[in-house]
């Protein structure tokens, strides 16, 4: 049973930086991809970047392309997101998902990923 947890999001002034984290348990974690998506308020869950099993590969969504970095540790199990100028339409509930694929081929698509994590909300103020 593959399972995610996420942590580290909070409230930030615009501006600012915030780091999230998911480990992940129940399978080889270097294999697949791993993916961040949000949600805000009335809105659709969006992709917000992933990156490959093997660490080669990483794809942005084009509004946070230069401000959000991902990254994993695979010795450790985790993945992070580094959120730096953050705006308040960054305000949503971040999940990091993953399925079955090695992320070389960028899946943006939320029906693409079978695993979830359980979010952590970040809010931005202006």
């Known amino acids: 049973q593959v399972q995610l947890v996420e942590s580290g999001g909070g409230l930030v002034q615009a501006g600012g930086s915030l780091r999230l984290s998911c480990a992940a348990s129940?399978?080889?974690?270097?294999?697949?991809?791993m993916a961040w998506f949000r949600q805000a308020p009335g809105k659709e869950r969006e992709f917000v970047a992933l990156i490959s099993g093997n660490t080669h590969f990483a794809h942005y969504a084009d509004s946070v392309k230069g401000r959000f970095t991902i990254s994993r540790d695979n010795a450790k199990s985790t993945v992070y997101l580094q959120m730096n100028s953050l705006k308040p339409e960054d305000t949503a509930v971040y999940y990091c998902?993953?399925?079955?694929?090695?992320?070389?081929?960028?899946?943006?698509?939320?029906?693409?990923?079978?695993?979830w994590g359980q979010g952590t909300r970040v809010t931005v103020s202006s």
């Open positions: 129940g399978r080889t974690f270097s294999s697949y991809a």
């Open positions: 998902a993953t399925n079955s694929f090695s992320g070389v081929i960028p899946r943006t698509a939320s029906f693409e990923y079978e695993y």
